[in-house]
């Protein structure tokens, strides 16, 4: 595990996933709901394919998100995430 912890600091790779998860071991609790945890997956993984990720992987043409601001952040693809939580109203 020491070997595994000391690859992982001193790696050049994965640092977006390190900055939310340093510790080789940790167990990361995904959501039941399939749609939540693939996007909690993504982001974890950087790679939310928002606008921001899209055009930083090649994908995009702007980093600019649809609703005009300059990048919509994984932050507020949370608040996205908490609203497919909610119950469907019937």
């Keep these: 595990m020491r070997s595994w912890q000391r690859k992982w ?3 050049s790779v994965g640092r ?3 900055s939310l998860i340093p510790e080789v ?3 990361v ?3 039941k709901k399939r749609e939540v945890g693939v996007s909690y997956c993504r982001i974890l993984l950087h790679d939310t394919m928002l606008n921001d ?3 930083r992987t090649g994908i995009a043409d702007t980093p600019i998100c649809e609703c005009g601001q300059q990048m919509k952040l994984w932050s507020m693809c949370c608040y996205d995430v908490l609203d497919m939580l909610k119950p469907e109203e019937s």
């Design 16 to 18: 977006f996933t390190y």
């Design 53 to 55: 990720d899209a055009f």
């Design 25 to 27: 071991g940790s167990k």
């Design 9 to 11: 600091n001193e790696d």
């Design 29 to 31: 609790i995904y959501p």
